[in-house]
């Protein structure tokens, strides 16, 4: 979890603060004006208004974490693997067990596919949050 989180987190920072930078800054200064701490103007201002991009920000982390073989094949040892790395150990010698393999690919799209039936809308929100000024 520390390797994913090591390479994943500057992208995800850096796609997130984008989202903070397109929030007018008028927000957070009338919220300040209106009596909020600065605190308080994150909380209720700015953090609602950036929901969308940390939505899709959370999503592209999962599915890259989800999807990653690389680190999982060279730290996860022969007891613990991940989805990809099991998907790959059904080539064998006597050919690759399609059966097998169809059946892991739809249980492992599964997770990904609930996941963005759920936060669709916020995705599609955090997508073009910058697009259109």
Same mark, same amino acid.
């Given at each position: ?19 903070f ?14 009596? *909020?701490?600065?605190? $308080?103007?994150?909380?209720? %201002?700015?953090? =609602? @208004? !950036? ?18 073989f690389?680190? *999982?094949?060279?730290? $996860?040892?022969?007891?613990? %693997?991940?989805? =990809? @790395? !099991? ?20 249980? *492992? ?17 955090g ?7």
């Open positions: 979890m520390l390797v994913y989180a090591a390479l994943n987190l500057p992208f995800l920072t850096w796609i997130v603060m984008g989202f930078e397109a929030v007018p800054a008028d927000f957070d200064g009338v919220a300040m004006t209106d009596g *909020a701490t600065a605190w $308080g103007a994150f909380w209720r %201002v700015m953090l =609602p @208004v !950036a929901a969308p991009g940390i939505a899709a920000a959370a999503v592209l982390g999962f599915i890259l974490s989800w999807n990653e690389l680190f *999982a094949l060279i730290l $996860g040892g022969r007891r613990m %693997v991940t989805v =990809p @790395v !099991a998907l790959a150990s059904l080539q064998t010698s006597n050919g690759v067990e399609i059966a097998k393999v169809s059946a892991g690919v739809s249980l *492992a799209i599964l997770p990904m596919m609930i996941a963005s039936r759920f936060i669709q809308r916020y995705l599609v929100q997508l073009s949050f910058g697009s259109v000024k």
